[in-house]
């Protein structure tokens, strides 16, 4: 529920982090000459979380827009493709429009430092790591949140992607086996510390694949921060955010990656950093996988081994940003601890690849 005014716990951006500042008057000259109804000057102001692409909040006259753009340090090569994640977005808004809609999409480096792309801005709650402000989520509220977010990835699984012209996105065929090998190969290149329970779990995961599920657009990094909620009605989603990951492939690998970030009671401190998933209402994974079923027909008598997966590209992802703090190609003080974040992540799963199943 919502608590006095619903406008105060709308997620608003903040100061620019030092070291992730934008030129913004490089900025304004573009948008200038490439945006028709630009005026007046513009501010830049940047969203507080997120680990990977940055995005920013870009006020120009009367108009509000968000900018994304790979995180600095990064290697944009090999992943952080915000022209990709512009296209995913130019071609699913007309035919799901909780895609936000897409505006303007640069691939000059020049004029920021980085590739860029603008999407409308919609308004909303965000569950990051603690209740915003004038939020109360007691159990009643905390579960219309959970349901409405499982059945929005459902939703998301069912769209006609060859309809929306996403048809190239991806290659579906053998799309299990090259997660598996991709994520392990992503883990050794970003390794700086011996971490055996990842070591454990890549090997299981090469060792016990299942046939593929079926083929959909995925979202590849679906959670409660990656929503945004209508304040009068938290159950509501208004938009899902940071399609940076979203691919055709097998749809219980984007269930398995969302169990991967959902945190219990009882789960390790280190995994509660990536929502509010452990509060009372929420459903267990156990049973987020059971809604999920129920509402796709789809068969997760064996989503163990997507669960495990998600936990260890869970793991890596934290590994690469850590390693990127390490080497001291970014000074964001959040990555320091993110060793500890893999740690667990490789415990939960080697434990998950033992007992065969996504509870305790």
Known sequence: MIEGES?????????????????????????????????GPVEVRQYPRGFSNLTYL????????VLRRPPFGADVRGGHDVEREHRVLAGLHPVWPKAPRPVLSCADASVIGAPFYLMERVEGVILRDRPPAGVALDPPAMRGVCLALVD??????????????????????????????????????????????????AAWLA?????????????????????????????RVRAVLDWEMATIGDPLMDLGTSLGYWAEAGDPPEMKMFGLTHLPGNLTRREVA?????????????????????LFKVGVI?????????????????FGGLIHVVRAAGRMAETAAERGRVGG
């Open 7 to 39: 406008a105060s716990a709308v997620d608003r951006p903040g100061e620019v982090r030092a070291g992730e500042e934008l030129d913004v008057g490089a900025l304004e000259s573009y948008l200038r000459a490439h945006l028709p109804g630009v005026e």
């Open 58 to 65: 870009v006020r120009a006259g009367g108009r509000e827009l």
């Open 318 to 334: 934290a590994q690469q940003i850590y390693a990127r703090f390490k080497a001291g190609k970014t000074r964001d003080p959040r």
């Open 152 to 201: 929005t990835l459902a939703e998301l699984h069912a769209v006609d992607w060859r309809g929306a012209g996403l048809e190239g996105l991806g290659r579906p065929e053998g799309y299990v086996e090259r997660q598996v090998s991709g994520w392990t190969a992503r883990w050794e290149k970003a390794r700086t510390d011996d971490v055996p329970e990842m070591d454990a779990a």
């Open 290 to 310: 059971e809604r999920y079923a129920e509402r796709t027909g789809r068969d997760v008598s064996g989503i163990a081994f997507h669960y495990v997966y998600g």
């Open 207 to 235: 060792a016990n694949r299942p046939r593929e599920s079926g083929t959909a657009l995925i979202h590849g990094d679906y959670k409660y921060d990656n929503l945004v909620l209508d304040p009068a009605h938290l159950s």
